[in-house]
């Protein structure tokens, strides 16, 4: 026999993810997290003194599946200086897998996130030596595709 109180999905929440406290709905959490649908079934044990509940998971990361969850846009982590965030990814991924989110873990091993960005970039380049130091810039961005439309151009001297 069950003897855990049935929270209404609409029931306001706060959780506590290390040293960051969100606030969301009990719907929100359990409509994609089979760990959640669990946790809220039996949450009755876990509550803490002023109605939050304590989440063992790091709550920098939770952000993104949290964001996630309210919106059902998957996170895309890129700076046009940096790249993709692939700690973070990875991070996010081991969260997905032990909160059990089938859908953002698939996004994630599969690094669907590589083809949300297009990086487009023109390049004009005269010498050899400005070729170089070029290609080895460029080269440095992991997960990229270049395309190269050499042509020729006459100059005037």
Do not use: C
């Amino acid at each position: 026999m069950d003897f855990a109180p049935k929270l209404d999905p609409k029931t306001p929440v706060i959780l506590q993810a290390s040293e960051r406290r969100f606030n969301t709905r009990v719907e929100i959490l359990t409509a994609e997290s089979e760990h959640f649908k669990s946790f809220f079934k039996h949450s009755w044990r876990e509550s803490q003194p002023v109605g939050s509940y304590f989440v063992d998971i790091d709550g920098d990361t939770f952000k993104h599946i949290l964001k996630y969850m309210h919106s059902g846009i998957f996170p895309v982590l890129y700076d046009k200086n940096k790249g993709h965030e692939f700690a973070v990814y990875l991070t996010i991924l081991q969260q997905a897998d032990y909160l059990i989110i089938p859908a953002l873990s698939k996004w994630l091993i599969d690094q669907t996130y590589l083809k949300a960005v297009k990086i487009s970039r023109e390049l004009e380049i005269y010498t050899h030596d400005e070729w170089v130091s070029a290609w080895e810039s460029i080269s440095k961005a992991g997960n990229v595709e270049y395309d190269f439309y050499p042509t020729w151009v006459s100059k005037k001297t």
